[in-house]
C-alpha cells in the first residue's frame, strides 16, 4: 500500500493519502520496534493526525493500519510509569487527584478522536492487539483483520480497570456477556473467534502485507460513494447508539438530519448515473 505523505511532523506515524486514489486517507502505526505501543509522541500526534486527514477535502474514508509484527501493544510501560511518577509527585491529594482525572480525559480524547472524525474509519488489524489497542479499534467504524490478528483486553491482569474506551465501548459492539469475558478473564482470542463475536467483520489475508492489499479495494469502494451520505450515515450510527433514546426518538433524529441534508447533487447523481461520480464537499 503505497501512501503519499501530507506535509507536517507526525511522530511515530505514517500520515497522508493513498497513492492510487485520494480518497482514501491513511494512518500508520510506525513504532514497530515496540510493538506500536503509544507513548507521549504518539499520544501527542495521533489526535493531530486525524484532524490533518479530515481537513483534506479529497478525504472520504481513513485506514488504520500498522507497521511491523503487532497491531498495537497498548500503552507504553515507560511512559505510563513516568506519567505516574509525575502524578505522584504532587503533595496535594485533591490536586493530585484533579490531575489524574485529567491526565486520563487526555487519553481518552485522543481515542475517541476517531469517532470525532467525520469520515468512516476502517481499522485493519494485524498481529497482536492488546489493552491499548482494543480501545483503539473499538472507536474505528469498520474492523477488519488478518488471520494472524489476536486480541486480548489486558488491563485487569495489570492490576487496571480499563479507562480509555474498552469498557464502554466493546459491549455496544459484541454484547454485555461477552465483553465481560474478555475483560475480566483478558483472554487472548483469534482472527476467527473475533470474527464470530462480531468484533471484526471480515477475515482477509494471512497476515499483514495479504491484509493490507486487500483493505485497499474495500477502502476505496467506500471512498466512492457519496461524501453527504457516508457522513451522514457515521453521524445516526453513533447518536442512535449514544442518545439511549430508543428507536423512536433515533427515527425523529434522522427524520430531522435527512430533512436538512438529503435533498443533494449527490442524491440527483446516485438516482441519474449507473455509475456516479459525487463531487468533493
Same mark, same amino acid.
Given at each position: 500500500?503505497?501512501?503519499?505523505? &501530507?506535509?507536517?511532523?507526525?511522530?511515530?506515524?505514517?500520515?497522508?493519502?493513498?497513492?492510487?486514489?485520494?480518497?482514501?486517507? %491513511?494512518?500508520?502505526?510506525?513504532?514497530?520496534?515496540?510493538?506500536? +505501543?503509544?507513548?507521549?509522541?504518539?499520544?501527542?500526534?495521533?489526535?493531530?493526525?486525524?484532524?490533518? &486527514?479530515?481537513?483534506?477535502?479529497?478525504?472520504?474514508?481513513?485506514?488504520?493500519?500498522? $507497521?511491523?509484527?503487532?497491531?498495537?501493544?497498548?500503552?507504553?510501560?515507560?511512559?505510563?510509569?513516568?506519567?505516574?511518577?509525575? &502524578?505522584? @509527585?504532587? @503533595?496535594?491529594?485533591?490536586?493530585?487527584?484533579?490531575?489524574?482525572?485529567?491526565?486520563?480525559?487526555?487519553? $481518552?480524547?485522543?481515542?475517541?478522536?476517531?469517532? =470525532?472524525?467525520?469520515?468512516?474509519?476502517?481499522?485493519?488489524?494485524?498481529?497482536?492487539?492488546?489493552?491499548?489497542?482494543?480501545?483503539?479499534?473499538?472507536?474505528?467504524?469498520?474492523?477488519?483483520? +488478518?488471520?494472524?490478528?489476536?486480541?486480548?483486553?489486558?488491563?485487569?491482569?495489570?492490576?487496571?480497570?480499563?479507562?480509555?474506551?474498552?469498557? $464502554?465501548?466493546?459491549?455496544?459492539?459484541? =454484547?454485555? !456477556?461477552?465483553?465481560?469475558?474478555? @475483560?475480566?478473564?483478558?483472554?487472548?482470542?483469534?482472527?476467527?473467534?473475533?470474527?464470530?463475536? !462480531?468484533?471484526?467483520? $471480515? /477475515?482477509? *489475508?494471512?497476515?499483514? @502485507?495479504?491484509?493490507?492489499?486487500?483493505? /485497499?479495494?474495500?477502502?476505496?469502494?467506500?471512498?466512492?460513494?457519496?461524501?453527504? +451520505?457516508?457522513?451522514?450515515?457515521?453521524? %445516526?450510527? #453513533?447518536?442512535?447508539?449514544?442518545?439511549? *433514546?430508543?428507536?423512536?426518538?433515533?427515527?425523529?433524529? %434522522?427524520?430531522?438530519?435527512?430533512?436538512?441534508?438529503? #435533498?443533494?447533487?449527490? &442524491?440527483?447523481?446516485?438516482?441519474?448515473?449507473?455509475?456516479?461520480?459525487?463531487?468533493?464537499?
Amino acid at each position: 500500500m503505497e501512501v503519499k505523505p &501530507l506535509p507536517g511532523v507526525y511522530e511515530h506515524l505514517v500520515v497522508g493519502l493513498l497513492a492510487e486514489d485520494a480518497g482514501v486517507g %491513511v494512518i500508520e502505526l510506525a513504532r514497530p520496534q515496540k510493538h506500536n +505501543a503509544f507513548d507521549a509522541e504518539l499520544w501527542a500526534s495521533f489526535p493531530k493526525a486525524v484532524a490533518a &486527514l479530515g481537513a483534506v477535502d479529497s478525504v472520504r474514508v481513513v485506514v488504520l493500519c500498522a $507497521q511491523g509484527p503487532s497491531f498495537c501493544s497498548g500503552i507504553d510501560v515507560r511512559f505510563l510509569a513516568d506519567s505516574m511518577a509525575r &502524578l505522584h @509527585a504532587i @503533595a496535594c491529594p485533591g490536586r493530585l487527584r484533579e490531575a489524574f482525572r485529567g491526565y486520563v480525559l487526555g487519553l $481518552q480524547a485522543a481515542i475517541t478522536c476517531l469517532e =470525532g472524525c467525520r469520515w468512516p474509519v476502517v481499522a485493519a488489524i494485524h498481529g497482536a492487539c492488546v489493552g491499548g489497542g482494543i480501545d483503539l479499534v473499538t472507536a474505528a467504524d469498520i474492523r477488519v483483520a +488478518a488471520a494472524d490478528a489476536t486480541f486480548c483486553v489486558k488491563e485487569v491482569d495489570l492490576a487496571i480497570t480499563a479507562d480509555l474506551g474498552t469498557l $464502554q465501548r466493546l459491549p455496544r459492539i459484541v =454484547g454485555h !456477556g461477552v465483553a465481560a469475558d474478555l @475483560a475480566l478473564t483478558a483472554r487472548t482470542i483469534g482472527a476467527q473467534e473475533a470474527k464470530s463475536i !462480531g468484533l471484526v467483520t $471480515q /477475515v482477509l *489475508g494471512g497476515g499483514r @502485507a495479504e491484509l493490507l492489499a486487500a483493505v /485497499v479495494p474495500l477502502a476505496r469502494a467506500l471512498a466512492a460513494k457519496s461524501p453527504l +451520505a457516508l457522513l451522514g450515515t457515521k453521524r %445516526v450510527l #453513533l447518536h442512535t447508539r449514544d442518545s439511549g *433514546g430508543g428507536v423512536a426518538a433515533g427515527l425523529e433524529y %434522522v427524520a430531522t438530519h435527512n430533512a436538512a441534508m438529503l #435533498l443533494s447533487d449527490d &442524491l440527483t447523481a446516485a438516482m441519474t448515473a449507473k455509475h456516479p461520480t459525487f463531487s468533493k464537499l
